[in-house]
């Protein structure tokens, strides 16, 4: 049985909130590589959707500027986004109507740009009383210096960083969790580089767990082996 810290998220008591991660915005990204952005995203998402964590999915001036959210999030998450026109999500009566009557008060925010749509919001939600948890792998900002700025500046205001994997483990705590153990690894293999690529080599040549691939390699024995 896992402590319940109330200093770690845990699955009843914290929202996702994705915020614009849409073609335009990601363009301006230049703190963090653009595909690990997009990959990180997902694998948050899919974390939320595994354990059962509510999510909220806002986007701003689709038409007009931004473009539509990225197709693999909205898969995963698969709700329709606020729509707004303000850099501040918590602008949105809709939006912050949602927060408050999920009933959860620690909130877990992803969004681009780091110095603008997650630093807005985030500072109007720890006024109100929220304790926020910012995926600093998740969002980016258009400089390195932009995107630390903000975060520090969150910190100092009471905010917390924390990254994808940080969230996911956060989420499993405990390895005996086998509701979500296999879920879970099926991320990480997907998502998370080294980490991933070491789960499989440890279910394949290891444990001899079949591949996963739809196509196998079926590699030769060679001669006195």
Known sequence: MSFRSQKLINTDDTLFIFIDHQPQMAFGVTSIDRQT???????????????????????????????????????????????????????????????????????????????????????????EGFEVFMVTDASGGTSPEAHDAAIRRMEQAGGHSLTTINAM???????????????????????????????????????KAPQRGDFAHEAPHPAGH
């Open 169 to 207: 483990l956060e989420l499993q705590r405990d390895w005996a969790n086998r509701a979500t153990y296999d879920g879970l690894m099926d991320i990480v293999r997907e998502h998370l580089g080294a980490y991933g690529m070491g789960v499989d080599y440890a279910y394949t040549m290891v444990h």
């Open 37 to 127: 952005l997009k990959n990180n995203t997902v694998a948050l998402a899919k974390a939320a959707k595994l354990f059962g964590v509510p999510t909220i999915l806002t986007a701003v001036e689709t038409e007009s500027f931004s473009g539509y959210i990225w197709p693999e999030l909205l898969d995963v998450v698969q709700q329709k986004p606020i729509e707004r026109t303000s850099m501040n999500s918590w602008d949105s009566e809709e939006l912050v109507a949602q927060v408050k009557a999920s009933g959860r008060k620690k909130l877990v925010i992803a969004a681009l740009w780091t110095e603008a749509c997650l630093l807005f919001p985030a500072l109007c939600a720890i006024e």
